[in-house]
């Protein structure tokens, strides 16, 4: 970071804390991530006022030491050695400077700021637009780690059942809507929840509660779990994913019980969402499965999707398997939507192929690409742009040429023959 920008990164925060100070209508999510780590203490919900801006704290947040000799030749920040603090004297001046040394971009993404400066009729700038961008404090890890901790304390039985699931924060979720490429009905699908959790009470009210238990179909690289993902990320909830092999005990009788822990988790860091993968595994046919302590953990699942709602309880339950052919009816019919992932077709292999090399130098015919790699999952177009590039980067090229996909699209084809061999035979 060059002197300039550090300048300008510490001013931002001196005058998000005098205009945080002066606005109490203001609060924790119309900070910056980088404020809230500054101001607040983990995991509080709210900012005590005043806040104060230190030496110390923008070392730690900022990495920028001695910050106020950094901007100690600026007559509209003073600094009290002790506590060492600094702080604006005078905000009108302070703001005027910040813009004219090319400031507005900061502005554009702090909310705090965009409420002061969308007075200023010459920004331009819209405070609800830079607000409704800025990450919500509920999507952070600190916030879920927080509530997490709150629940163990009041439950004791919740400890174990963290033991059992992966729960990621919505800012944590790297996989986007917008690096998807999803078919028709799963966007349809999508839509419809979006629409349940905007009418969630309105859904109660008439008792409609049997919306938002998918179960996503299909084999493997087609993109199940990076969708569960990526409306975590959407949809401003916290996932919670679990392999139910993973909860099945080497002491069977328990599996029920860490069945029905998982599920109380969910409901109590609701708004959430409870991705099962794997989820035939227990869900298998009891037909071909007499052992008692495994028909229980069936009945167990069963009984807790029966009692879990979107609409009551905010919770959005998604099953994922490759081997639908291994669940019994009863499994079907507790899902209301079930949705394919099929291998993607030529247009969305271009599609998928497109957004995978967007940021890279790649000069192949994307629609012969397309055509060539018929029976190819998401997954494995990945796969294959990753050789191409290791291999155009070992020939000491960036960009990939065509010779480079040959090896991609060879080492996907190895892989799938060595994965059908048998070597029982």
């Known amino acids: 970071m060059s002197g300039d920008s550090e300048i300008l990164s510490i001013m931002e925060v001196l005058l998000t804390a005098d205009i945080f100070n002066q606005n109490p209508e203001l609060n924790i999510n119309d900070l910056t991530p980088a404020c809230r780590e500054i101001f607040s203490s983990a995991g509080a919900k709210d900012v005590k006022r005043p806040v104060y801006v230190s030496d110390g704290l923008i070392k730690r947040s900022l990495d920028i030491a001695d910050a106020h000799q950094k901007v100690s030749a600026n007559p509209f920040v003073s600094y009290e050695d002790f506590g060492q603090r600094m702080k604006i004297t005078t905000l009108k001046p302070a703001a005027d400077w910040f813009l004219s040394q090319g400031g507005k971009a900061q502005v554009q993404k702090n909310p705090t700021l965009a409420f002061y400066f969308e007075k200023l009729d010459s920004t331009g700038i819209s405070y609800q637009a830079v607000r409704k961008a800025n990450p919500p404090y509920e999507d952070t890890k600190a916030f879920i780690d927080a509530k997490i901790a709150k629940l163990v304390a ?157 609409i009551k309880n905010g919770v959005l339950l998604i099953g994922a398997t490759n081997h639908p052919q291994l669940l019994d009816q009863a499994a079907w019919r507790r899902f209301d939507e079930v949705v394919e992932f099929s291998l993607p077709v030529e247009e969305m292999r271009k599609e998928i192929i497109k957004l995978v090399t967007s940021s890279m130098d790649c000069s192949c015919d994307m629609q012969e690409l397309a055509a060539q790699t018929e029976g190819f999952s998401g997954a494995d177009l990945r796969l294959m742009i990753k050789e191409a590039l290791l291999s155009a980067l070992i020939d000491k090229r960036e960009a990939i040429e065509a010779k480079d996909i040959e090896k991609g699209i060879r080492m996907v084809k190895n892989r799938e023959a060595i994965c059908r061999l048998n070597w029982l035979e």
């Open 154 to 310: 009041e439950d004791e039985k919740l400890r174990g059942a963290l033991d059992l699931v992966i729960i990621c924060a919505p800012d944590e979720v790297e996989q986007q809507m917008e690096d998807m490429i999803c078919s028709v009905e799963q966007k349809a699908v999508i839509d419809k929840i979006h629409h349940a959790l905007h009418h969630r009470d309105f859904l109660q009210r008439h008792r409609i509660y049997e919306v938002g238990k998918l179960l996503f179909v299909g084999p493997p690289g087609t993109g199940k779990t990076s969708l569960a993902l990526a409306m975590s990320h959407s949809m401003h909830m916290p996932i919670l994913e679990v392999r139910l092999s993973m909860i099945t005990s080497q002491y069977l009788g328990e599996t029920s019980k860490n069945i029905d822990k998982i599920f109380d988790l969910a409901k109590k860091l609701s708004p959430s969402i409870l991705f099962i993968d794997e989820f035939d595994f227990v869900a298998k046919s009891r037909v071909t499965d007499d052992h008692g302590a495994m028909k229980r953990a069936v009945n167990a699942l069963l009984k807790n999707i029966d009692k879990i709602s979107l």
